[in-house]
């Protein structure tokens, strides 16, 4: 399986349950491993073959622009169902860390997989 990697995506975005994490955007790392749904692109070469990562980011900047979440774990599954869904990919993992959130913490997050990975 190919998997094409993308780390450190840095988004802002309103999420959390106090009042002022509705009103304030905060800085969220993302980082994905998004399995490729075929190679075809390795043997034609043609960017019409690949996953285009330009489009995963800009349908993951739209849709944390569009909306408040509570959790992030909420966000998380969004973007792995965006990713299986609209982008056809088989597997995904998401990583998103919300940044100096912890005291004494540079990031606190989750990491979630959803699809079928084969082995």
């Not at 509570?70 to 299986?84: D, G, K, R, S, V």
């Not at 982008?87 to 606190?108: C, D, E, H, Q, Y």
């Amino acid at each position: 399986m190919d998997i094409i990697f993308l780390r450190d995506l840095r988004v802002d975005t309103l999420i959390g349950v106090y009042d002022w994490e509705k009103r304030v955007p905060q800085t969220l790392q993302i980082d994905l491993d998004i399995a490729v749904p075929d190679n075809q692109a390795a043997q034609t070469d043609d960017i019409k073959d690949a996953l285009n990562y330009a489009d995963v980011v800009r349908d993951i900047q739209r849709a944390l622009a569009s909306r408040h979440f509570n959790l992030i774990e909420t966000l998380a599954e969004t973007i792995a169902q965006m990713l299986l869904n609209d982008f056809k990919t088989p597997w995904v993992r998401v990583s998103i860390a919300k940044l100096n959130a912890i005291r004494g913490s540079k990031m606190v997050g989750i990491s979630i997989e959803r699809g079928f990975q084969q082995k």
